[in-house]
């Protein structure tokens, strides 16, 4: 007799699978993502502080409330899944964050202006008149 319930697998394009093993794979794969993204938001951050500074905190969070999944999947607690819906929630306030300052940038003229320095030394060559030679 076993002592798994059917229940207890899913069908995936692997085959059947347990279901907890499977979200704690995925998972795993969703926190090492999450903490590349925060290591290159950081190397970023030495750069431009105020652009990156969102990135680091969002996924910083993200990577936090994936180990608070982790222990709710692994201890059946089904009220950890808030921390994924939390998680979720974040992400999508993240990318309307991203939309909001490209458009920002987009939108800011006086930055987008493109100024021609001209070295003290330079020749003009305008005016000179190519006919003579």
Not at 57 to 75: K, P, W
């Amino acid at each position: 007799m076993s002592t798994h319930s059917d229940s207890d697998y899913g069908t995936c394009f692997f085959g059947s699978m347990k279901i907890k093993f499977a979200v704690t794979l995925i998972g795993a794969f969703y926190l090492c993502v999450s903490a590349g993204l925060t290591t290159i938001a950081l190397i970023f951050f030495l750069d431009e502080p105020a652009i990156f500074l969102t990135m680091v905190v969002i996924s910083s969070v993200a990577v936090t409330f994936t180990a608070f999944l982790f222990v709710g999947i692994h201890r059946n607690k089904p009220k950890f899944v808030l921390a994924f819906w939390i998680m979720q929630i974040l992400s999508i306030l993240g990318m309307l964050a991203l939309v909001v300052m490209v458009t920002l940038i987009l939108c800011d003229y006086d930055d987008a202006d493109v100024k021609l320095e001209v070295h003290p030394d330079a020749e003009d060559k305008r005016h000179t008149d190519y006919r003579s030679t």
